[in-house]
């Protein structure tokens, strides 16, 4: 029977040790036995908590994207302003927090996307993380903005900091994120002053 109080502290293992197998072999080859050997525990625990390497890979997706929605609020909240171009700043900056941006979560997220493709369970979590950045970009720019216009920017600034990403996360250099930061306020700045009265 297991302690009480573990599942938490076993399910936090064995997601870090996934990011931790990806960082090193690449999702193909970050086997069951491997990402238990890296959490110190057995094979049976992650079929225990997760059924298989599909289920620990979703939870390991939830686990980043939590730290996304984190690292966004986090931002938003320490504000002293409503003004939109700050919250949508914001919103930018915590999309390249270092807990997307470190070389683990970049690994795990390329894998997830190319899972996603295949994986109805993968896939909504996908649109669920799509829809969560557009909604909160046009939201903010429909304060300055007419709708179209807002709705336009929201995807463009969104396809922007995916790209920003990408790239950087393909560089095999560290991420540069006052050079990602610096082209997306500018984008930003160039949306906001299209405003028509």
Known sequence: MPKVGMQP???SQLIHATL?????VGMSDAS???IARLAGVSNGI??????DKN????????HLMSALSKAVRERRAS??????RAHLRAIVAG????SQVNGPAMKTWLAFWASSMHQPALRRLQRINDHRLYSNLCCELRRELPLKQARTAARGLAALIDGLWLRGALSGDAF???QALAIAYEYLDQQLAKRTG
């Open 55 to 62: 289920g620990l890979l979703e939870a390991t997706m939830r």
């Open 32 to 34: 069951i036995a491997l």
């Open 79 to 84: 504000l002293r302003t409503d003004d939109a």
């Open 9 to 11: 502290i076993r399910r």
């Open 20 to 24: 931790e197998a990806v960082d090193q």
């Open 46 to 51: 992650i079929s225990h908590y997760f059924q």
């Open 176 to 178: 540069d994120t006052d």
């Open 95 to 98: 999309n390249f927090d270092n």
